[in-house]
């Protein structure tokens, strides 16, 4: 089968690339990675090779293709069932948590781009679909950590914890307030050591994409 092969877009912007490798390391599966600067021609070629969707990240176990972030965490949870709480109920609440990140939560993902370079600058204005988003959000992980005590949403780490893992660093860059406990929350996704470890690939790119970074 061979060691499994990550394909990921920028480490700086690219927020589904970072939820899939954040699952892959805490797995403790081994695999290589493989960056694409993201919106190029290399990109758009490298990925018809490979997946029909086109989109980053995209695993490759030998002939395997599995080009989404939900179902590269459910193939890494098959070989690592603790990725997913012990308990049915909490099991099934992460996976409400993680399927509520993938489908939902459009407004700050247009209005607060991930962008691992911007450090704690507000935007000017939040429309406030994005507060409500926010709230919303907040209305959720509140529950869950109220429930489990944290230090993660459920307890122990969890691959709902990933999903959020990019919302964290967006709330950093654009300085949102949180009340504490979900600001600690946010400070335990920041202090992983995946999280680290993709902060230092990111400080190293020196790709920039324009629509990415968006006015104060
Ligand atoms: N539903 C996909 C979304 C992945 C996605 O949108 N990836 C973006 C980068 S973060 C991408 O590949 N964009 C390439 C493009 O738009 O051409 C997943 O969960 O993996």
Not at 19 to 29: C, N, P, S
Not at 76 to 91: G, K, T
Not at 102 to 112: K, Q, V
């Amino acid at each position: 089968m061979g060691v499994p092969h990550l394909i990921l877009g920028n480490a700086r912007y690219s927020s589904w690339s970072l939820r899939a490798f954040a699952v892959l390391r805490r797995a403790g599966i081994e695999f290589t990675t493989e960056f694409l600067p993201l919106r190029t021609d290399e990109f758009r070629s490298r990925m018809a090779e490979v997946s029909p969707f086109a989109l980053v990240p995209t695993l490759l176990v030998g002939d395997e293709v599995i080009g989404d972030t939900m179902a590269i965490s459910e193939w890494a949870a098959e070989q690592v069932p603790s990725l997913w709480p012990r308990d049915e109920f909490r099991r099934a609440q992460a996976r409400m948590m993680a399927a509520q990140m993938h489908a939902s939560f459009m407004n700050i993902r247009r209005e607060l781009p991930m962008d691992l370079y911007r450090q704690n600058e507000p935007r000017v204005t939040l429309k406030d679909e994005v507060v409500a988003e926010v709230s919303k959000l907040s209305a959720a992980w509140g529950q869950a950590l109220h429930k489990s005590g944290g230090p993660f949403l459920f307890g122990e780490w969890s691959i709902a914890d990933a999903f959020y893992l990019p919302i964290a660093s967006r709330f950093s860059s654009y300085a949102i307030s949180l009340p504490a406990e979900l600001q600690d929350y946010c400070d335990a996704l920041l202090a992983t050591p995946e999280f680290a470890e993709w902060k230092a690939i990111a400080d190293e790119e020196d790709w920039i994409i324009e629509d990415y970074l968006v006015e104060p």
